[in-house]
């Protein structure tokens, strides 16, 4: 692997092919696997994971909103794109793109069915989004007479899938709490299948759901952290692999004194003689301000070193006092030395927030 030059996300496809099938063997052959690649295919670069998936055999793609659908749409991706939380005054750009909408509401349902009606659709499929204790989007249980009335009264729409979320499903202590998700989850479904003339692909577990609740893999599985090497669990964490490593450079060393100040607002005074690098990324970057000050640390040529100072929009400044490197040295944020786990804990934060924050202006390197 090449020297890097600048701030760079190395995207490992190889670690996304062995992500995917650690998570396709959990499955049975029956059952569909979802590859959610919303927020920019949790910071990496949606249309080469999504092609990626594809090859590696997802049935379906799914994003948090249309324009991200619309985005792999026009990138040549034919396969079935689901929308998490699709806006109402875009249901005409969905159809036109041939995406599957989530309908979480009866004033989503009644908006999608008028406007697949007015442009003469025929069984255009969605997905109903159910809630079962998460309490963030869904149908309630009473509305679900409201939804059989509906889909009587029309042809334009037919349900493809019928979903929930689980809350906690990575959490041992909550697993009767999942169990009554995945209970009302089972009542809720059956009742709207039972007033359907087919039956539609019914969907769960997210990466947790799949590892922890086998039997909860009903039709069809979704997954997004997992295909990124993070499974919320250490153990689960050995067995994937990130597929992103966040790296850059050092711009310039300075040699401090005892009571020389480093940074903005003089957050960090020097208590002896020591050595510090500045780094070519920022909070503009995604790495925020609350790692600022000693919270966490990265890694030059293998050894630790930690922040210092205020974390600025551009730039963020570490302690290599001891650290053999110049100028132009390779510094890595996350990536073989510590995961993005290790990086987020530190700073009382997840992998999560750490991977999906690096910001667009990052040059991205595919890894093959």
């Known amino acids: 692997m090449s020297k890097i030059r600048q701030t760079t996300l190395e995207i490992n496809l190889q670690s996304l092919s062995h992500n995917f099938q650690y998570l396709s063997s959990h499955l049975s052959k029956n059952t569909k696997l979802m590859a959610v690649v919303k927020a920019f295919s949790y910071g990496n670069n949606p249309v080469v994971i999504g092609k990626k998936l594809i090859e590696l055999g997802a049935d379906y793609l799914a ?9 792999l749409r026009l990138a040549g991706i034919k396969k079935p ?7 109402a005054v875009n249901f005409e750009k969905i159809i036109e793109h041939q995406l599957t909408p989530s ?4 004033k989503k ?29 869904g149908f309630e249980p009473e509305n679900l007479d409201f939804i059989s009335e509906k889909l009587a009264q029309t042809e334009a729409v037919k349900v493809e899938g019928i979903f ?4 906690a499903s990575q959490d041992p202590q909550e697993r009767d709490f999942t169990l009554l998700q995945l209970k009302n989850f089972k009542v809720l479904s059956e009742n709207i299948i039972n007033k359907l003339n087919h039956n539609p ?22 997954t997004g952290i997992g295909l990124y090497g993070y499974g919320n669990a250490a153990e689960i964490d050995a067995q994937l692999k990130p597929v992103g490593s966040l790296k850059t450079v050092i711009s310039q060393i300075h040699h401090l004194e005892e009571g020389d100040s480093v940074g903005y607002n003089r957050r960090f005074i020097a208590s002896k003689k020591m050595q510090t690098a500045t780094l070519s990324l920022g909070y503009a970057d995604g790495i925020h301000r609350h790692y600022s000050n000693g919270k966490t640390a990265v890694f030059v040529n293998g050894k630790p070193a ?14 290599v006092t001891n650290i053999n490197c110049e100028e132009g040295t390779e510094v890595t944020i996350f990536g073989a030395e510590q995961s993005a786990e290790d990086f987020a804990k530190a700073a009382g934060t997840i992998s999560y927030e750490v991977i999906t924050t690096i910001a667009h202006r990052v040059k991205r390197v595919i890894i093959e």
């Open 164 to 167: 929930s979320h689980l809350a």
């Open 109 to 137: 349902l009644e908006r999608f069915i008028d406007v697949a009606e007015k442009q003469q659709q025929k069984a255009y499929p969605i997905h109903l989004k159910l809630n079962t204790g998460f309490n963030r989007l």
């Open 81 to 87: 794109i689901l929308i998490f939380h699709p806006y």
């Open 306 to 319: 930690p922040i210092i100072g205020d974390i600025c929009m551009d730039m963020f400044m570490i302690d």
């Open 201 to 222: 692909l019914r969907h769960l577990c997210n990466t947790s759901g799949i590892l922890n609740y086998p039997e909860a893999h009903f039709d069809m599985v979704r």
């Open 103 to 106: 309908i979480f509401s009866k």
């Open 63 to 71: 994003v948090a909103y249309d324009t991200e659908a619309i985005d």
